[in-house]
């Protein structure tokens, strides 16, 4: 049996017993999924809960959806993660979203360094990796869809995660670790370059004014989008979200 239909609902529900289907939402319900009355979907609202309704009127324009109970998602990581990576060349970025949002993070940065050689020159872009995420989070089974945010300058990337414990920057110039990953626990912050790779300025930067931590991948160069992925499944792991 297949599993119910996933939404993502903009308002948090709290008391309402009902949830009116519109717009983009509507066309997939009804379009796409071949959705009708009396059939039963589950409705996420951001907050982590999980809501079990089903599908009471349908008109031209919406759908009424009865909500019935609830349930608190369980598939959501203990430890926040935050991923910051370079602006990647043509789909390489949505691609990169969406494997960190199935691998669990919390948030995700897009930003532009020194060399990056793709830009985030529209806000259309960032919507469309929002709605990538979004679109993992049903998909993986997830509550609550990661936020996709972007940086135009570097520094703000950097200051954007102050309150992480963990501030790890993967660089492919340096030729060891500063930091004992085995040892790491709690909220951890990520960094990893477009292709380009950074600067040493960059990496300067990172360590000296923003507290982060060299870290090295290992002795072959990965693609960019290789780097992200596998940092982010590895740091996962080692928090023990993937045990």
């Known amino acids: 049996m297949s599993s119910r239909r996933r939404f993502l609902i903009d308002n948090v529900i709290q008391d309402e017993k009902e949830v009116i289907l519109e717009g983009e939402q509507l066309n997939h319900a009804r379009n796409v999924l071949r959705l009708a009355v009396g059939d039963e979907i589950t409705l996420l609202d951001g907050s982590g809960r999980e809501y079990s309704a089903v599908i009471a009127a349908a008109s031209k324009h919406s759908m009424t959806a009865h909500i019935t109970g609830f349930t608190v998602g369980d598939k959501e990581a203990a430890t926040p993660v935050y991923l ?10 949505e691609l990169v979203v969406q494997k960190a949002v199935e691998l669990g993070v919390k948030k995700i940065g897009i930003f532009n360094s020194e060399y990056c050689s793709a830009y985030m020159n529209s806000a259309a872009k960032l919507d469309r990796l929002n709605k990538v995420a979004k ?5 993986c089974m997830r509550s609550v869809a990661p936020e996709v945010v972007y940086f135009d300058k570097f520094s703000d990337a ?3 995660c102050e309150d992480y414990k963990n501030k790890l920057f993967a660089c492919e110039f340096t030729q060891s670790s500063d930091v004992d990953l085995l040892k790491i626990s709690g909220s951890t912050a990520i960094v990893v370059g477009s292709e380009g790779g950074f600067s040493e300025r960059e990496f300067a930067l990172a360590k000296e004014e923003y507290g982060f931590c060299g870290i090295t991948l290992g002795k072959r ?3 960019a989008e290789t780097a992200a992925i596998s940092f982010t499944a590895v740091a996962m792991f080692l928090l023990g979200e993937l045990g």
């Open 135 to 139: 679109e993992a989070t049903k998909q």
């Open 221 to 223: 160069i990965l693609r």
């Open 84 to 93: 910051l990576c370079g602006a990647l060349k043509g789909d390489r970025t």
């Open 158 to 160: 950097l200051a954007s």
